[in-house]
């Protein structure tokens, strides 16, 4: 184990590398470079540290099988394949029918009516029509023309055990797909082509298409990985499979379709969902309030940030080793986008008089969010440009918003034996997931700036503690086994998880 820093007291010279080309408009290839940006890296990859000396490091295929069930294995990932849809459905039901309250079987109501009083809800607002699945269809291949058409970066992501450690090529365009989806939007609205209240006027049937197409996707993907022999670290459970994924890096030529479901689906649905609720607002009473405009900014942020540093992404442990199955297609298709909204529905569904809050109150909730949303924002720029930084591959971007301390100029880490680094500099040095805790305390924003009326504004911050609070557990478990001793300085130099000098 060593704890560096650059030598010189500099930043790192800027590599130039092969994978990354900047372009403003697309334009032919000869077959000899498209070769040389879609076929992966030489196999055994050398991390450039900031120290300048070169090592040569490989990720071992141990790190790369199948080792333990999680979830509660078979019987609780089929449990949250059932309860999910069901509970996604409850719940848009509570916040369109019964004003954000929980409804429950009224004195003297059976089950069966009650269960059939659910139903005729359903009916009436979230049965998928024709017209729904044009919109959902038609706006994910929008989104996938999009993709292959516009200007954006080449990059690579980390090495794969399971291919001798190659390292595939991502294409990166997402910032230029969202404002063209933004124009598009707007254009489509004024013309009376798409107006876009026609999103939260169609709310539940927009919803129950996106999650049929959840449901059903996953299990298309796991029968195509067996069919053409590219199923991954697989546990032997058929459920289990489905609910985790059996291919690791499902692609449609350029598209890499985990990245496309991750960034660009459930956040601008959900962004396109607050503006549409905005759109309306203006419409009926002549103004956008305080609180549906702070919605608009805050999904604005996170799509945009999700956009905007889509090339840091690809080296994120979702890229590098979740499957593409019901957990990540089905939540981000489904999942986030029509259960994160329910502060933008309850808004939606209620007048501004009802929900005037003291400018006090409303200053303090802004301030939160732009407050968590900056350290946000830094820390994951931190921990993903201190990765390029070790391979090399670190190339400054001016997408808006430029934030300051997005990069470390002279980063101290652990160098650790199996050839790995551990940030001990900057937000990390505070707190080893920090950017989780800015992350859940922008979700509470969310809730915050509806009141205090209805739990269902809560549900997503509630669920998105429990989500970190797993995912935390699960990546400290599996980092104790990867880096050993060199964990156990981690954790001495970086004694904090949460928050810095309490927890």
């Known amino acids: 184990m060593v704890t560096t820093r650059s030598a010189t007291g500099k930043t790192p010279k800027k590599v130039t590398h092969p994978d990354f080309i900047e372009t403003v408009q697309r334009r032919k290839r000869t077959k000899r470079e498209s070769s040389e940006e879609i076929k992966p890296a030489n196999a055994e990859i050398t991390v450039v540290p900031t120290n300048g000396k070169g090592k040569d490091t490989v990720i071992t295929s141990t790190e790369d099988k199948h080792a333990e069930f999680d979830f509660g294995g078979p019987i609780g990932v089929s449990c949250m394949m059932v309860g999910f849809p069901l509970l996604m459905w409850y719940l848009w039901i509570c916040t369109t029918y019964y004003q954000g309250h929980l409804t429950v079987p009224a004195n003297n109501e059976t089950m069966q009516d009650f269960l059939l009083r659910l139903y005729g809800h359903f009916l009436d607002g979230a049965f998928p029509d024709l017209k729904s699945w044009r919109i959902v269809w038609g706006f994910l291949i929008f989104e996938a023309i999009l993709y292959v058409t516009l200007p954006?970066?080449?990059?690579?992501?980390?090495?794969?055990?399971h291919l001798n450690n190659e390292r595939l090529p991502y294409f990166c365009n997402a910032v230029w797909s969202f404002y063209t989806t933004i124009i598009v939007a707007a254009v489509l609205h004024i013309t009376g082509i798409f107006p876009i209240t026609t999103l939260i006027d169609k709310f539940g049937s927009i919803m129950s298409v996106s999650i049929i197409s959840g449901l059903?996707?996953?299990?298309?993907?796991?029968?195509?990985a067996h069919i053409t022999k590219s199923q991954h670290r697989m546990s032997g459970?058929?459920?289990?499979?489905?609910?985790?994924?059996a291919i690791l890096n499902p692609r449609i030529g350029i598209i890499d379709l985990k990245m496309f479901y991750e960034v660009r689906l459930p956040w601008y649905i959900l962004f396109l969902t607050t503006v549409s609720s905005a759109v309306r607002q203006?419409?009926?009473?002549?103004?956008?309030?305080?609180q549906v405009a702070f919605l608009v900014l805050a999904h604005w942020l996170y799509a945009n940030a999700c956009s905007k540093?889509?090339?840091?992404?690809?080296?994120?442990w979702d890229m590098f080793y979740e499957k593409f199955g019901f957990m990540l297609l089905f939540w981000n298709m489904a999942g986030v986008p029509f259960t994160y909204c329910h502060c933008t529905l309850f808004l939606a569904n209620s007048a501004p008089s009802e929900y005037q809050w003291s400018i006090y109150y409303n200053v303090f909730v802004y301030f939160l969010l732009i407050g968590a949303y900056y350290i946000f924002d830094t820390t994951n720029s931190q921990k993903n440009r201190f990765r390029q930084q070790m391979y090399g591959t670190l190339i400054p971007r001016n997408a808006f918003p430029q934030l300051p301390w997005q990069t470390i100029k002279n980063p101290t880490y652990i160098k650790c034996k199996n050839g790995g680094t551990l940030l001990t500099s900057g937000w990390?040095?505070?707190?080893?997931?920090?950017?989780?805790?800015?992350?859940?305390?922008?979700?509470?924003?969310?809730?915050?700036?509806?009141?205090?009326?209805?739990?269902?504004?809560?549900?997503?911050?509630?669920?998105?503690?429990?989500?970190?609070?797993?995912?935390?557990?699960?990546?400290?478990?599996?980092?104790?086994?990867?880096?050993?001793?060199?964990?156990?300085?981690?954790?001495?130099?970086?004694?904090?998880?949460?928050?810095?000098?309490?927890?």
């Open 309 to 316: 540093g889509e090339e840091l992404i690809v080296t994120t």
């Open 216 to 224: 059903i996707l996953p299990f298309l993907l796991y029968f195509y």
């Open 237 to 245: 459970s058929f459920v289990y499979d489905v609910f985790m994924g």
């Open 428 to 503: 990390y040095k505070y707190a080893r997931k920090i950017h989780y805790t800015v992350d859940f305390i922008q979700s509470l924003s969310w809730g915050l700036i509806t009141g205090f009326a209805s739990p269902l504004p809560y549900f997503y911050p509630l669920f998105f503690f429990c989500v970190l609070s797993h995912r935390a557990y699960r990546d400290i478990q599996r980092c104790k086994i990867k880096y050993g001793d060199d964990w156990k300085e981690y954790e001495r130099q970086c004694p904090y998880l949460f928050i810095p000098f309490v927890f």
């Open 282 to 290: 203006y419409e009926r009473y002549g103004y956008v309030s305080p």
């Open 152 to 161: 954006g970066v080449w990059t690579r992501g980390l090495p794969l055990p």
